[in-house]
C-alpha cells in the first residue's frame, strides 16, 4: 500500500492563455454588414436613451441654481430651521439620482434584452 502524500497545489491566476479564443460567428459578428447594422442600433438605442436621462438630469439638478437666482425669495424660506436651498440640494437630489439611474438600468437591460430577443428570431 503506497501512501499518497497531501494533494498537489494548484495556483489560479486567470483563464489559460495558452487557450485559443473561441472565434465570434453569426450575424452578430462586426465584420459582417448584418452584425455591423445590429450593433449600430443597439448602441444608438443606448446612446440615445443615455442622452435623455443626462438632458433630464441637466434640466432638473442643473436648473436649480438658475432657480435659486432667479427666485431670491428662496433664499428667506426655512423649513425645521434650515434653509430651503439646502434641503432641495443636500436631500431632495439624491432620491432623484438614485430614481433616475434605477430607470436607466432598466431600460438598458430591456434594449438589450430585446435585442437579444431580435438575435435569437434572426438565427433561426
Known amino acids: 500500500m503506497s501512501e499518497q502524500g497531501p494533494p ?20 452578430i459578428d462586426e465584420a459582417s454588414p448584418l452584425g455591423g447594422v445590429y450593433l449600430g442600433s443597439l448602441l444608438r438605442e443606448q446612446l440615445w436613451l443615455a442622452a435623455r436621462v443626462l438632458g433630464l438630469l441637466t434640466v432638473t439638478v442643473g436648473g436649480l441654481p438658475l432657480l435659486f437666482f432667479l427666485a431670491p425669495g428662496l433664499d428667506d424660506v426655512r423649513v425645521a430651521g434650515a434653509p430651503v436651498a439646502w434641503l432641495v440640494l443636500g436631500v431632495l437630489v439624491y432620491p432623484w439620482l ?21 438575435m435569437g428570431e434572426v438565427e433561426r
Open 8 to 27: 498537489r497545489r494548484v495556483r489560479v491566476t486567470g483563464p489559460d492563455r495558452r487557450a485559443r479564443p473561441i472565434p465570434r460567428t453569426g450575424d
Open 98 to 118: 438614485v430614481l433616475l439611474g434605477w430607470h436607466y438600468v432598466r431600460r438598458a437591460e430591456r434594449n438589450e434584452r430585446d435585442f437579444a430577443e431580435l
